[in-house]
């Protein structure tokens, strides 16, 4: 079972950038699609990108396009969400996600992914 942790939250102000890690130290996720989920208080966790095992393919949630980018690298078991031109509305708990197969499904909501991580908090100020 594959255990997300992520890392690399903290506060930024807007416009500002700062780089998310998601690491899975118990075993490997070479042949796991990933993605990148967030919640902000009173409100519906919501995708935020994904990525398939091989970095092959992408997909963002229209509110990042352009400016959050995800990718990965198997080597060192790791998955990276780079986000830049911070906005307020930025601001939530972001999770990490692993799907168990190789592929994410864009007709769930969740992208079908199954393991979730603890979340770290974003913070962007005006």
């Known amino acids: 079972q594959v255990q997300p942790v992520e890392s690399g939250g903290g506060l930024v102000q807007a416009g500002g950038s700062l780089r998310l890690s998601c690491a899975a130290s118990g075993r490997t996720i070479s042949d796991n699609a990933m993605g990148w989920f967030r919640q902000a208080p009173g409100k519906e966790r919501e995708f935020v990108a994904a990525?398939?095992?091989?970095?092959?393919?992408?997909h963002y949630a229209d509110s990042v396009k352009g400016r959050f980018t995800i990718s990965r690298d198997n080597g060192k078991n790791t998955v990276f969400l780079q986000m830049n031109s911070l906005k307020p509305e930025d601001t939530a708990v972001y999770y990490c996600?692993?799907?168990?197969?190789?592929?994410?499904?864009?007709?769930?909501?969740?992208?079908?992914?199954?393991?979730w991580g603890k979340g770290t908090l974003v913070t962007v100020s005006s």
């Open positions: 990525i398939t095992w091989n970095g092959g393919s992408t």
């Open positions: 996600a692993a799907n168990r197969n190789r592929y994410y499904s864009t007709g769930n909501l969740y992208y079908g992914m199954d393991y």
